[in-house]
């Protein structure tokens, strides 16, 4: 599987994007799909997870109630819908795809990753 991730930009708090990442791949429909994001000087962090049927999503606690994660398993995308935008989401953020549900949170879960998109939020 390939991810290719794009919608960053710059936003002032408050504001919205959605990022979007594109799989190619006949296996994608089978694959639990996260969101992670770093930024500068910190660890790579979980930021939502969503199954292969899109029957279970996880949020992190910071961006609950804020963030959404969706996925298209017929045109091969995966989405999060970014509210409510904080200067601290700050960080590029990544698309990743996992065989597995279990242990979402953990980076090492997931065999596949998107190159990332930044995403800057202005105070």
């Known amino acids: 599987v390939q991810l290719q991730a794009s919608g960053g930009g710059l936003v002032q708090a408050g504001g919205s994007l959605r990022l979007s990442c594109a799989a190619s791949g006949r296996a994608f429909s089978s694959y639990t799909m996260g969101w992670f994001r770093q930024a500068p000087g910190k660890e790579r962090e979980f930021v939502a997870v969503?199954?292969?049927?899109?029957?279970?999503?996880v949020y992190a606690e910071s961006v609950k109630g804020r963030f959404t994660i969706s996925r298209d398993n017929a045109k091969n995308t995966v989405s999060l819908q970014l509210n409510s935008l904080k200067p601290e989401d700050t960080a590029v953020y990544y698309c990743?795809?996992?065989?597995?549900?279990?242990?979402?949170?953990?980076?090492?879960?997931?065999?596949?990753w998107g190159q990332g998109t930044q995403v800057t939020v202005s105070s």
């Open positions: 990743a795809a996992s065989p597995y549900y279990s242990d979402y949170e953990s980076s090492r879960k997931y065999d596949y």
């Open positions: 969503i199954s292969w049927r899109s029957r279970n999503t």
